[in-house]
């Protein structure tokens, strides 16, 4: 696709969604949510087979989808790794082979639409079900999160019936769910009207106003440990979003990186969340 489809398509795609706003709110807020909720990128390719294969474990049924978990056994602590969007589990290849020289027991698992796990859709409620049946499944001590996997994986802590860990890692993760569907709005040309219904959509189906959802909001319900890491130069997830987070939580740690962007694929990185979950 040339550069200028890849503009156009949004452009269009929300143009259609902001006149169907106009004689059926209800119908454009549903479109528009789909459009929002599914990943193009995140399936395995044949040079992530050999890391990730040997590892598989038994999938795990969360309401119609088939979450895919894996294991690499260790006889220390158990830790749960929780990816982000158009992502899987083999982007944790570096860090998993720096824990494994700990010992630890190590669990990641594929988000719903993602990897090896079945469906086409993907946002945060939906996510913390799958984390909750994992979670039950596998009893982890430590918590890691990327990116939205981090929001998700601090709306889940704030929630009093989930399965609660000791120490918490949170690698740039977004803040608001508002400035999500703001940057959303842009991409696609959205008019306020669209976005007004979009908000009543997540009002309906989950309970919650847009404004509401924050993870500098769940933050404040959780009291363990935690690690933040957010690079200064992101340009997927603000800075100022894990700032925010910080200040919100009891007690948390946070270090600042420069030049890793958003993956934050380093192995200084590495040591330092080893460090972290050791003390």
Do not use: C
Not at 137 to 157: A, I, R
Not at 262 to 271: A, C, M, P, T
């Amino acid at each position: 696709m040339n550069t200028f489809l890849k503009k156009a398509l949004p452009k269009a795609i929300g143009s259609s969604i902001n006149v169907l706003a106009i004689f059926s709110p209800k119908t454009a807020a549903k479109q528009a949510f789909k459009v929002f909720s599914k990943p193009r990128r995140g399936k395995i390719g044949p040079h992530h087979e050999e890391f990730l294969n040997p590892n598989l474990e038994p999938k795990i049924s969360v309401e119609e989808h088939h979450i895919q978990p894996y294991k690499w056994p260790g006889t220390g602590k158990t830790i749960l790794l929780v990816h982000g969007w158009e992502s899987h589990s083999h982007r944790w290849k570096e860090m998993i082979i720096r824990l494994q020289q700990e010992n630890y027991n190590i669990i990641a698992f594929d988000a719903p639409a993602h990897g090896y796990s079945s469906g086409k859709y993907f946002y945060v409620p939906l996510y913390h079900q799958a984390l909750n049946k994992i979670l039950e499944t596998y009893q982890p001590d430590y918590l890691v999160g990327h990116s939205v996997g981090g929001m998700t994986v601090l709306y889940n802590q704030s929630q009093k019936e989930s399965f609660r860990t000791k120490k918490l890692v949170i690698l740039g993760a977004p803040d608001t769910l508002e400035s999500i569907l703001s940057d959303y709005q842009k991409i696609l040309g959205l008019s306020n009207r669209a976005l007004a219904a979009l908000d009543r959509y997540f009002q309906d189906t989950f309970n919650f106003k847009t404004v509401e959802f924050s993870s500098s909001a769940f933050a404040r319900k959780i009291k363990v440990p935690t690690l933040i890491i957010h690079d200064k130069e992101d340009t997927i997830t603000p800075f100022s979003g894990s700032q925010a987070i910080h200040e919100a939580l009891e007690e948390s740690e946070f270090v600042e990186t420069e030049g890793l962007n958003h993956s934050l694929y380093d192995i200084q990185v590495n040591e330092k969340i080893v460090k972290f979950l050791d003390q």
